[in-house]
């Protein structure tokens, strides 16, 4: 996802955006990269928490082990930048 269709999502459906878009397209790009899914998989998993079924991020819809590496795992990448 680029940052204006971030920005258009936040706005669209939260009213407002309260975090940098550049930084979150970036984040999203290199853990997608990195786990070998798209990018708007993961968008979707930190901001709505939708489940990627090949990560297998979700259980009885709560984060797995794996799922709350993930979140730590972007949220790394985005602080750095």
């Known amino acids: 996802m680029k940052a204006t269709e971030i920005k258009e999502y936040l706005t669209s459906k939260y009213g407002k955006v309260v975090h940098d878009v550049d930084k979150m397209e970036l984040s999203c790009k290199e853990v997608a990269h990195i786990h070998s899914v798209e990018p708007k998989d993961i968008f979707h998993f930190m901001v709505e928490n939708q489940a ?4 297998y991020t979700h259980s009885y ?13 972007f949220s790394e990448v985005y602080d750095s930048m």
């Open 52 to 55: 990627i079924v090949q990560l």
């Open 61 to 73: 819809g709560f984060n797995t082990a794996y799922g709350r590496q993930l979140k730590t795992q």
